[in-house]
């Protein structure tokens, strides 16, 4: 009966993560957006999901800050600030740099196969840089870096960053963007510490040059 009741509990939290999955997907193809509500009842008609599962891919939508609960008006998927963008991209700039650096420090010892591997997949989407696939490629890219630096913290932090509400609305060319990723992954691969570091830095930091012009535009 116990090992039932786990069993139940561990689909109806694979399926609340497919919705999530669903979701986050949906707001790079243009199917959600900021700010819209995702209502229970909804969620259980679009995804053929129980109440129960509803619940809890909103449960951790919150807790992974992609959507803000209001009284009165349930979940809805969260608009971030300029401010509220920097303040994460600042995070991210910097778990990302470490992240570089450790990896080339570490990648004779750990072998960068998988670093390889992702970067290889990651060129694939050169020419189309804007849809969820090519998001989830440029994930591992980035999972494969995490995973040579060996940083658990890392592990931890990187992906409860609010990427996805940052991605959507700010993105540099593809030139500029694959240009950084190459450089990267050669200077890991290379292991040049110091070099990892500054390219993994300027990459996120061209992504808060776009926040600032944006909201330098709205003010003007």
């Known amino acids: 009966m116990l090992n039932e ?6 689909e109806g939290q694979s399926a609340a993560a497919r919705v999530v999955k669903a979701i986050v997907r949906g707001l790079y193809e243009g ?3 900021p700010g819209q509500r995702l209502a229970e009842p909804e969620l259980m008609a679009e995804f053929g ?6 619940r809890e891919s909103i449960r951790l939508m919150e807790s992974e800050g992609l959507v803000t609960v209001l009284p009165h008006r349930g979940a809805v998927i969260r608009r971030l600030s300029a401010e509220e963008a920097l303040d994460a991209l600042l995070v991210m700039e910097l778990c990302i740099g470490l992240a570089a650096r450790q990896a080339a420090e570490r990648v004779a010892a750990r072998g960068g ?4 591997q992702a970067w290889r997949e990651l060129q694939r989407f050169r020419d189309a840089p804007h849809g969820y696939d090519f998001i989830a490629a440029r994930n591992r890219f980035y999972r494969a870096i995490t995973d040579i630096a060996g940083n658990e913290e890392l592990r931890r932090i990187v992906p409860s960053i609010h990427v996805h509400l940052i991605r959507r609305d700010y993105s540099m060319t593809a030139p500029v963007r694959f240009e950084d990723y190459a450089r990267m992954a050669e200077a ?3 292991g040049d510490a110091a070099a ?9 930091a061209r992504t808060a040059a776009l926040v600032r012009q944006r909201a330098a535009a709205k003010e003007e």
């Open 49 to 54: 999901v129980g109440r129960s599962t509803a």
């Open 31 to 33: 199917a959600y957006a």
């Open 113 to 116: 196969r998988a670093l390889e």
């Open 5 to 10: 009741a786990r069993s139940a509990a561990s």
């Open 196 to 204: 990892a570091e500054t390219v993994a830095r300027k990459h996120i």
């Open 188 to 190: 890991i691969l290379a």
